[in-house]
């Protein structure tokens, strides 16, 4: 669980009790280690902004709202700039690159690496399931109209 509070820290509190609350999110917060997400240093991280391009005309063309953050120790450049709002995509690139340092250093066990096993167990449960209602459905049309369909064709 702290380990979780580490990836999501920068967040607020309301936010995070909001988050917590959803029953989604337990189940799935129970599913998935966070013991070794790697955690930021600020002495780590070498932050610049710049401007951003793209749509937004005036608020984008004259304010330094895109983020570019730096890992020092490993040389991993992480760019944001998904909104006008500095601290927003400040937020959004540390998290960016909380992820990608835990897909270097964990690789198989990092949480995006976690997600995906749970995603595809819930595809092939669902097509297992599906198959096995198709089933039934095959079974029971042929016991109920078994000889009406033979006849038909």
């Keep these: 669980m702290l380990g ?3 990836c999501v820290a920068l ?5 995070w009790k909001a988050l917590s609350a959803s029953p989604w999110r337990r189940c799935l917060s129970k599913a998935i ?3 070794r997400v790697p955690v930021l240093r600020d002495e780590d991280l070498e932050e610049s902004f710049v401007r951003g391009s793209g749509p937004g005309g005036q608020a984008v063309a004259k ?3 895109k983020v570019v953050l730096t890992h020092k120790p490993t040389g991993i450049v992480v760019q944001c700039h998904t909104t006008r709002s500095l601290f927003e995509n400040r937020r959004e690139a540390r998290k960016m690159l909380i992820g990608k340092l835990d897909q270097l ?3 198989d066990q990092s949480v995006e690496a ?3 096993r749970i995603e595809a167990k819930k595809q092939t449960e669902t097509a297992r399931r599906k198959q096995k209602l198709q089933a039934k ?3 029971w049309k042929e016991r109920e109209f078994g000889d009406e369909s ?3 064709s």
């Design 4 to 6: 979780l509070l580490r």
């Design 11 to 15: 967040e607020s509190t309301a936010q």
């Design 33 to 35: 280690d966070h013991s």
């Design 63 to 65: 304010t330094n709202n």
């Design 105 to 107: 250093y964990n690789g």
């Design 114 to 116: 976690q997600l995906q």
């Design 137 to 139: 459905k095959k079974a």
């Design 150 to 152: 033979d006849k038909s």
